[in-house]
């Protein structure tokens, strides 16, 4: 395994000990403090966490660079760059649907002539359950619901990589 050179062990030493000592600190000052004083550690806590999501920022870039080559590995962990990708729904296509399907529901059995006023309510009525749908209805579940396969009202789009990390076997290092 590769040596970390002792300016890096010594940093990852001070974050160590860093989280450590804001951890027994906070906790321990937070059931004293006054209300004030929360507001203060909550700014200085959040503080320190934007400063960290920074440089996990600046450190998933550089080894996304590094993976540029290929894998690596250390200790017994495989590191890989693979593509990010990101699902995003085709509203154009989702509209033509539910257009579809209101106006199929909104025509006369007997006559074959479309109701108009039930067209609109149909739309109406699917669109609020797809759009103004409580966040805990997915918009999946509406979809599958209207039975509107959900990848043909998606796209996939690649927004640049991410680093996966692979567990490997202990054993199959021997």
Known sequence: MKQIPDSVAELVTDLDDTQAYIADNVTDKADSSSFEELVA???AVRAVAGACRTALDIIDVEMIRQLEAGG???GSAMYARIPKRKVRFDHDNISKRVLDIARDG???KETG???YDAMT???AKMLLELYVSPS???KTTVLGK???PYKEVTETERIGYQVKVLE???EDDE
Do not use: C, F, S
């Open 168 to 170: 490997m076997d202990p």
């Open 72 to 74: 690596r590995q250390v």
């Open 146 to 148: 209207y039975e509107i």
């Open 121 to 123: 309510h149909n739309v």
């Open 113 to 115: 002539v479309l109701d």
């Open 136 to 138: 805990t209805t997915a």
């Open 41 to 43: 550690l909550q700014d």
């Open 106 to 108: 909104a025509v006369e």
